[in-house]
């Protein structure tokens, strides 16, 4: 059986659009969702198939029955090794589902059992993966070239924990705010074993740009977040959070002022026409795998690419896409009388949506006057070609927007071959060296 079946959830865990926590932190249930994950593990592992699949959700009994659940524990065992025993574990929050991480020991080497429970705590979603290693730098970071130091962004009750890189040759140099995609990202962007945001903050640092990134709010504010179900929207998710960090850029000494550029990543891409119309103060965007088209009509686009590689029948797949295009369509029929309700849609609340309807970020950034980078992986699929088709469409031919796709790199910016899909984002890389210098270059020009 392929790696890649093992992994199978609605939706990618990587390129969903959760926003809030859907209650406040319980001990009491971390702890129960600890003992179902270690009881699902130890069932998985000893060859209790039926056990397993009374466990799953409709949708894991669809994707995984029975006999593949075999297939399942055959390729993880030819894998690592005969099963040992059950070690740590930790937890994350994500959207509606607790995600509960057994660490394993095999025969042959240590490995994460990833298992996702949704609020009825069935399982909802399975992959076996390498236990995490060290983050190692990539070849082109020259550490001796900055240093780093712990900041804050903004302040009040939404101030984020920060790290700021800063090079040491020089006296006055160029900064750069890393935004990120879609979920609560750490300062790194972390994804699996990958740390695309600290690639890209010390491989440009080591080429003397000072960088700067940050805790995203849904990650460190999550359950504060609830107070605001009624009326979140994306100026509450991300662009306050960017504009603060400009602002925090602006009173650093070193900084050259008028050198202060923003760089959005997937979500965070997408919203650097409306970042860039909030400050047009700013030096120039650099636009990492930019959304073009209304999430929710990605989102499907998403699901229906993962079902593809689960293994399912193609009557299997119709059935679930269906299922998501059902939500899809409710967010399209979304008004301002729909925020006085506690519904959300894909885990957001109506308020959300509505304050996205009808944005065009290609559109929006054709009245932006400062210099943009748009950079795209021809692999990527939650973010696509045809997205970057609409940049090139909208500024294609002005002189201050410069466009490069990389034909073998996925969402993170990594190196790949063949389709890619949420297991490859599993695989230890790093953000591509031409990537960094590509940056680093139009920064400096």
Same mark, same amino acid.
């Given at each position: 059986?392929?790696?890649?079946?093992?992994?199978?959830?609605?939706?990618?865990?990587?390129?969903?659009?959760?926003?809030?926590? *859907?209650?406040?932190?319980?001990?009491?249930?971390?702890?129960?969702?600890? *003992?179902?994950?270690?009881?699902?593990?130890?069932?998985?592992?000893?060859?209790?198939?039926?056990?397993?699949?009374?466990?799953?959700?409709?949708?894991?009994?669809?994707?995984?029955?029975?006999?593949?659940?075999?297939?399942?524990?055959?390729?993880?065992?030819?894998?690592?090794?005969?099963?040992?025993? #059950?070690?740590?574990?930790?937890? #994350?929050?994500?959207?509606?589902?607790?995600?509960?991480?057994?660490?394993?020991?095999?025969?042959?080497?240590?490995?994460?059992?990833?298992?996702?429970?949704?609020?009825?705590?069935?399982?909802?979603?399975?992959?076996?993966?390498?236990?995490?290693?060290?983050?190692?730098?990539?070849?082109?970071?020259?550490?001796?070239?900055?240093?780093?130091?712990?900041?804050?962004?903004?302040?009040?009750?939404? *101030?984020?924990?920060?790290?700021?890189?800063?090079?040491?040759?020089?006296?006055?140099?160029?900064?750069?705010?890393?935004?990120?995609?879609?979920?609560?990202?750490?300062?790194?962007?972390?994804?699996?074993?990958?740390?695309?945001?600290?690639?890209?903050?010390?491989?440009?640092?080591?080429?003397?740009?000072?960088?700067?990134?940050?805790?995203?709010?849904?990650?460190?504010?999550?359950?504060?977040?609830?107070?605001?179900?009624?009326?979140?929207?994306?100026?509450?998710?991300?662009?306050?959070?960017?504009?603060?960090?400009?602002?925090?850029?602006?009173?650093?000494?070193?900084?050259?002022?008028?050198?202060?550029?923003?760089?959005?990543?997937?979500?965070?891409?997408?919203?650097?026409?409306?970042?860039?119309?909030?400050?047009?103060?700013?030096?120039?965007?650099?636009?990492?795998?930019?959304?073009?088209?209304?999430?929710?009509?990605?989102?499907?686009?998403?699901?229906?690419?993962?079902?593809?590689?689960?293994?399912?029948?193609?009557? #299997?797949?119709?059935?679930?896409?269906?299922?998501?295009?059902?939500?899809?369509?409710?967010?399209?029929?979304?008004?301002?009388?729909?925020?006085?309700?506690?519904?959300?849609?894909?885990?957001?609340?109506?308020?959300?949506?509505?304050?996205?309807?009808?944005?065009?970020?290609?559109?929006?950034?054709?009245?932006?006057?400062?210099?943009?980078?748009?950079?795209?992986?021809?692999?990527?699929?939650?973010?696509?070609?045809?997205?970057?088709?609409?940049?090139?469409?909208?500024?294609?031919?002005?002189?201050?927007?410069?466009?490069?796709?990389?034909?073998?790199?996925?969402?993170?910016?990594?190196?790949?071959?063949?389709?890619?899909?949420?297991?490859?984002?599993?695989?230890?890389?790093?953000?591509?060296?031409?990537?960094?210098?590509?940056?680093?270059?139009?920064?400096?020009?």
């Amino acid at each position: 059986m392929k790696r890649r079946l093992l992994y199978v959830a609605l939706v990618s865990l990587f390129a969903g659009i959760s926003l809030l926590h *859907a209650r406040q932190p319980d001990r009491g249930r971390e702890d129960s969702t600890i *003992a179902v994950a270690r009881a699902f593990v130890g069932m998985f592992t000893s060859g209790e198939d039926a056990k397993c699949v009374a466990l799953f959700d409709s949708t894991m009994k669809m994707l995984m029955p029975e006999s593949k659940v075999k297939e399942a524990r055959d390729s993880v065992v030819a894998r690592f090794g005969a099963f040992k025993t #059950q070690l740590q574990t930790r937890t #994350q929050k994500y959207m509606v589902y607790d995600i509960v991480f057994v660490r394993c020991q095999f025969e042959r080497d240590r490995a994460d059992a990833r298992v996702v429970l949704n609020a009825s705590r069935k399982v909802a979603g399975l992959f076996f993966s390498r236990a995490l290693a060290e983050y190692r730098a990539p070849a082109y970071v020259k550490r001796e070239t900055f240093r780093e130091e712990e900041v804050i962004v903004g302040s009040g009750k939404w *101030a984020l924990h920060g790290t700021l890189t800063l090079p040491t040759r020089a006296k006055s140099f160029s900064a750069i705010v890393l935004v990120h995609g879609s979920g609560p990202n750490d300062r790194d962007e972390t994804i699996g074993p990958n740390k695309p945001f600290r690639d890209l903050a010390w491989g440009l640092a080591s080429n003397g740009v000072a960088v700067l990134r940050y805790e995203k709010r849904t990650k460190e504010h999550g359950p504060k977040l609830i107070e605001m179900k009624q009326s979140f929207t994306v100026k509450d998710e991300t662009i306050d959070d960017a504009l603060a960090a400009v602002d925090l850029l602006r009173k650093t000494g070193g900084i050259d002022t008028s050198r202060i550029f923003v760089l959005g990543h997937s979500l965070g891409g997408m919203l650097v026409p409306r970042i860039g119309m909030a400050d047009p103060h700013i030096a120039g965007f650099v636009v990492l795998a930019g959304a073009t088209r209304p999430l929710e009509d990605i989102i499907v686009e998403q699901t229906s690419h993962i079902l593809s590689l689960s293994g399912v029948t193609a009557v #299997q797949q119709k059935k679930q896409v269906a299922e998501i295009e059902k939500q899809r369509d409710m967010v399209k029929r979304l008004t301002k009388a729909d925020t006085a309700s506690a519904d959300s849609y894909f885990a957001a609340p109506a308020s959300y949506w509505i304050d996205l309807q009808g944005y065009d970020p290609p559109r929006v950034a054709q009245s932006l006057k400062i210099p943009l980078l748009i950079l795209q992986g021809e692999r990527d699929y939650q973010v696509t070609m045809k997205d970057f088709d609409r940049w090139k469409a909208a500024l294609q031919g002005r002189k201050r927007v410069t466009f490069k796709s990389y034909p073998r790199l996925n969402h993170l910016f990594l190196e790949g071959e063949g389709t890619s899909g949420p297991a490859e984002y599993e695989n230890v890389g790093h953000v591509e060296q031409e990537v960094i210098e590509d940056i680093a270059r139009w920064l400096k020009k």
